[in-house]
């Protein structure tokens, strides 16, 4: 079967920008598919082609008039989902195929795409559920009972077998596709480093449960890692692209795991520059670590510090405290290992809010500082917490830098004191 896998285009909308003519906020972010590719990789008995809208914002329609999909997957974060829809629709006029969603959005909030454009509904892990469907579609086979998969029922309730994600759901032994994005290669680039940039996954889910994070129902709360020589496999296969970026929610979740791939790494000879998603506890309790994979080439750690308050950060689940989150700063700039900083400002800031966070930025320095706006995003425990104060439901605004309850401050306010903060962090940026 021909089986069309696309990436949406950059979307979203910018409450500052639209209001106040804030433009500095909005992101346009690039990086290669890897969730298209992955799933690519185990559809090898199917014909497969990926189209990255983000790179190549118009080419959808010409694709599916040439390329005549049977089935078009989609995917997509919570910002995208609007998008993924207009898609699905384009995808039935052009062709008749079956269309299928999945990722992020679509595993939080299966619901928002029980609509008649959309036939299937992938939960969670997609790479061997979604062989599964197309296997079954493609040989007549009934597809309404593949665990993960709910096959949409729009004048009705939706309802899926649940799937018991396991290290089966990884298909580790069929590499990411990464060939069909060869021709978008010179998209996928670190802005500040002006260097290609690849993705490798080491690890899925999370072991702890911030109420804020979407990344819990991916693998209904599971954290499995890939075997350390698949990670070299899939290192190799970007070839020469000297950055890579291990995509995982928590690269470090199973210290063992981490220690025997970057013995792996180091053994192998490879020279790359890594960039890992880290806790600061675990910079913390495993110093020697990160010595050890500043020598495997790790150059940049992205760290969820969130909060500067304990009893914020208790709140927010993130099992973590501001003292630790200062320490770790400290043990990174010693090592060399240059951090992105994520802070997350709620719109019940202040002015001695932003102030506060503006005086600890001042006195923990990290390399380049990323704000933002607390959402609640749909199917995390922090939507559960705030959907009756939510006034924005239109998901589009959903790209964490808007405020989608009101603003304690005066909006304009909130905004001007958002940016401002996002500027001055920026303007010393040192990656
Ligand atoms: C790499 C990445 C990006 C890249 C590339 C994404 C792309 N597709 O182009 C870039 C830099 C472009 C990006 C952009 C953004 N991102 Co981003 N990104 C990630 C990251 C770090 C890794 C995703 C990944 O590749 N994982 C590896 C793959 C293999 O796993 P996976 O995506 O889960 O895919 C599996 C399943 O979900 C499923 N599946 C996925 N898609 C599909 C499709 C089909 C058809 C099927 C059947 C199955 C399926 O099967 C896959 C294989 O098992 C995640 C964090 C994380 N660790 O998940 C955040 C994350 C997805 N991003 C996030 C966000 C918010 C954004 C931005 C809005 C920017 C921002 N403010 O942070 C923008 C959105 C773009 C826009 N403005 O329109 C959030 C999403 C939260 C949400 N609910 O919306 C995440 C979870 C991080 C976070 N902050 O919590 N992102």
């Avoid at 118009?58 to 989902?81: K, L, N, S, W, Y």
């Avoid at 996928?188 to 002006?194: A, Q």
């Avoid at 923990?364 to 917490?385: H, Q, R």
């Amino acid at each position: 079967m021909r089986i069309l896998l696309v990436n949406p285009p950059n979307c979203g909308r910018s409450i500052p920008e639209e209001r106040y003519g804030i433009d500095s906020l909005k992101m346009i972010l690039r990086g290669e598919p890897l969730a298209l590719e992955a799933l690519a990789g185990n559809l090898d008995t199917h014909d497969v082609r990926i189209v990255d809208l983000k790179a190549e914002p118009d080419a959808f329609q010409d694709m599916v008039t040439e390329f005549r999909p049977h089935i078009v997957g989609i995917t997509g974060v919570t910002c995208e989902a609007n998008t993924m829809v207009t898609l699905a629709s384009m995808a039935k006029e052009g062709v008749k195929a079956h269309v299928v969603v999945g990722g992020v959005h679509a595993s939080n909030d299966p619901h928002f795409f029980n609509k008649p454009d959309i036939d299937y509904i992938v939960v969670g892990l997609g790479k061997q559920s979604f062989r599964e469907l197309a296997d079954a579609i493609e040989s007549g086979g009934p597809t309404d009972t593949i665990p993960g998969i709910a096959r949409t029922n729009p004048l009705g309730k939706l309802s899926f077998i649940p799937r018991r994600y396991s290290t089966e759901d990884l298909a580790e032994e069929k590499p990411p596709r990464y060939d069909l994005v060869h021709h978008y290669r010179d998209e996928y680039i670190l802005k500040s480093l002006n260097l290609n940039i690849g993705l490798v996954s080491t690890a899925f889910g999370c072991p702890y449960r911030c109420s804020f994070c979407s990344v819990r129902n991916i693998t209904d709360g599971r954290y499995m890692t890939h075997d350390p020589e698949t990670i070299l496999r899939d290192i190799r296969l970007l070839g020469d692209i000297p950055i890579i970026r291990l995509v995982d929610a928590n690269t470090f979740g199973n210290i063992t795991h981490s220690r025997a791939l970057c013995r792996k790494i180091q053994e192998s000879g490879i020279q790359k520059g890594f960039v890992a998603d880290v806790r600061s506890d675990t910079v913390v309790h495993h110093p020697d670590l990160f010595v050890e994979w500043k020598k495997a080439g790790l150059r940049t750690v992205i760290v969820g510090f969130e909060e500067t308050d304990d009893k914020q950060l208790e709140r927010m689940g993130k099992a973590n405290t501001g003292a630790i989150n200062s320490e770790a700063i400290g043990i990174l700039h010693d090592i060399g290992i240059t951090i992105i900083g994520d802070f997350i400002v709620s719109p019940d800031y202040d002015e001695r809010q932003f102030q506060g966070l503006r005086d600890y930025m001042e006195k923990n320095p990290v390399d380049l500082p990323m704000l933002s706006v607390l959402t609640p995003l749909p199917g995390t425990p922090l939507y559960e917490s705030m959907k009756e104060r939510i006034t924005n439901h239109d998901l589009d605004f959903y790209t964490l830098t808007n405020a989608v309850v009101p603003t304690r401050m005066d909006e304009k306010v909130f905004y001007e004191n958002y940016a401002d903060l996002m500027k001055s962090g920026h303007a010393r940026a040192s990656l």
